[in-house]
């Protein structure tokens, strides 16, 4: 009888997983690279003809920002396989111990799709005075007296900023003709 010695797989699989555990940053290196492959299929792919108007036109960033990333992936790839390891999560307010706070999770998630479905039919001031005013009840704040006026005047500013004086229109909903 021979025997063949081709390795023990359930010891080579726990090798691959432990190189793999001591290497999960590649996993970070992964989706940037993927991120800056699609921005850049995204931006050589965009139809600009009419739109541009000089040397610098609408696919230069989206270029600039996908070549950044394919680079900041390589880069960060050959620190994490020369040993690089990022730190651990040390911040002083937060107790890795203590399970995630889901609730403030839906209710952030809730106030954010809720938005998203009103700002059509009530316009960008409405629905981004309620955006920031559950943003603020799902992070805790009570202040029922000053957070219903500091939502409505941040969402009006955000509104001025973006409509008249960066040209970006967003919806104005009913509140069009007043503002």
């Not at 009888?1 to 793999?20: I, K």
């Not at 290196?29 to 108007?53: F, K, N």
């Not at 990333?69 to 050959?78: D, F």
Request: include cysteine; aromatic fraction near 6%; glycine fraction near 12%.
């Amino acid at each position: 009888m021979t025997t063949q010695t081709t390795g023990n797989p359930p010891a080579e699989r726990s090798e691959r997983r432990a190189w793999l555990r001591e290497h999960s940053e590649l996993g970070v290196c992964v989706l940037l690279l993927v991120l800056g492959v699609l921005v850049l299929t995204d931006a050589l792919t965009m139809d600009v003809d009419i739109a541009q108007r000089g040397p610098i036109g609408p696919k230069t960033v989206p270029v600039v920002v996908g070549a950044g990333l394919l680079v900041i992936a390589a880069l960060l790839a050959v620190d994490v396989l020369r040993g690089g390891r990022g730190q651990a999560e040390t911040g002083e307010d937060v107790d890795l111990s203590e399970p995630a706070d889901w609730r403030t999770v839906l209710l952030l998630a809730g106030v954010f799709l809720g938005s998203a479905v009103l700002i059509e039919p009530l316009g960008f001031p409405v629905a981004g005075a309620l955006l920031f005013w559950g943003a603020a009840f799902a992070l805790g704040s009570r202040r029922i007296d000053r957070d219903p006026i500091i939502a409505a005047g941040l969402s009006l500013v955000t509104y001025v900023v973006f409509n008249n004086l960066l040209g970006v229109p967003l919806p104005g909903g009913p509140l069009m003709g007043v503002l």
